[in-house]
């Protein structure tokens, strides 16, 4: 059983400020890290993906991928009242393909 | 991203009845596609594979005689909800890899969500 582990929100942060998630991965057979957004009431939206350790960037994303600590993270730079959403952390091992969620960490940015 | 479609977004029925949901890809070949459900509050639980021209695998705890999967094409596949009862209720998502180019992204239809009176 892959389980995924995202720290517990809600998560609340100022207009302009730097909202930082965090996600741990118990399979380290896992090779495909994602980051999907999900509006209320809406299906889950790509914004991030990474597949090697380091840093991406991707306007106001950033993700971070550590195999080693079995980690990984969003930033997300001068946070917008449109970024309040639910941040779902996902990972793939090669050997089925299937999405492994997080429970998904809760955020508000206040204007 | 690639484009995914489903198709009702909302459906209203009673109970006993069958649904069906169509999700297509639009602008890709998805050879895999997934079928999610979510109740309220909580997060996505998947609950069968589909595979173009083959059948789909459940996972554990879904029936296969009551949530009915065709793949029929590499942009097309259907679940049937098939006499649907209240405890049914819910928001179903599908999502379709995209395996072109070696990454492994799923894209999320816009959901359908699904009342059984």
């Known amino acids: 059983q892959k389980e995924v582990e995202q720290n517990s929100g809600p998560l609340s942060v100022p207009e302009g400020a730097i909202a930082s998630l965090n996600c741990t991965y118990s399979?380290?057979?896992?090779?495909?890290f994602f980051w999907y957004r999900q509006y209320s009431g809406k299906s889950p939206e790509l914004i991030m993906s990474?597949?090697?350790?380091g840093d991406k960037e991707d306007g106001r994303f950033t993700a971070q991928l550590n195999k080693a600590s079995q980690y990984v993270s969003l930033l997300i730079r001068d946070s917008q009242p449109s970024d309040s959403a639910t941040y779902l952390c996902?990972?793939?091992?090669?050997?089925?393909?299937?999405?492994?969620f997080g429970a998904g960490t809760t955020v508000t940015v206040r204007a | 991203g690639a484009v995914v479609s489903q198709h009702p977004s909302r459906v209203i029925c009673k109970s006993g009845t069958s649904v069906k949901i169509e999700c297509r890809s639009l602008?890709?070949?998805?050879?895999?596609m997934f079928w999610y459900r979510q109740f309220p509050k909580q997060s996505l639980m998947l609950m069968a594979t589909?595979?173009?021209?083959?059948?789909?695998?459940?996972e554990q705890g879904v029936e296969k005689d009551k949530f009915l999967i065709n793949h029929a094409s590499l942009t097309l596949s259907t679940l049937t909800v098939t006499s649907a009862h209240p405890e049914d209720s819910s928001f179903y998502i599908c999502?379709?890899?995209?395996?072109?180019?070696?990454?492994?992204?799923?894209?999320f239809g816009p959901g359908t969500r699904l009342t059984v009176l």
């Open positions: 999502s379709a890899r995209d395996g072109s180019g070696g990454f492994n992204e799923q894209f």
């Open positions: 399979d380290r057979g896992s090779q495909s």
């Open positions: 990474i597949y090697s350790n």
């Open positions: 996902a990972v793939i091992s090669l050997n089925d393909y299937k999405l492994s």
């Open positions: 602008d890709f070949q998805a050879t895999t």
């Open positions: 589909s595979n173009e021209g083959s059948k789909a695998t459940y």
